[in-house]
């Protein structure tokens, strides 16, 4: 299942390596917009939740929900090709 994940950091990129490295932790995982992932992952929304919020500081936000058809957007071919694959 592919899992959105976007987020709002109030604190500098640099403070949040962890965040990431957990993110790219999955069995796959696309990044093309600057605060928005998209993971492949066995987990639910709640899992994800608990594992991201040890990285996160005060006032900063973060949604995590399912992600599933209908969809569409601008987004680079390799983004796409990714979905494609990973939503099979």
Do not use: C, N
């Amino acid at each position: 299942m592919i899992l959105l994940v976007t987020y709002d950091l109030k604190g500098p990129s640099t403070e949040y390596t962890q965040l990431y490295e957990y993110l790219k932790s999955h069995d796959g995982w696309s990044h093309y917009l600057a605060s928005t992932w998209l993971i492949d992952t066995e987990k639910t929304p709640d899992e994800i939740i608990d594992g991201i919020r040890p990285f996160f500081q005060k006032g900063d936000r973060a949604l995590v929900v399912r992600f599933d058809r209908p969809y569409q957007g601008w987004l680079p071919d390799k983004a796409w090709d990714w979905i494609h694959k990973h939503k099979e």
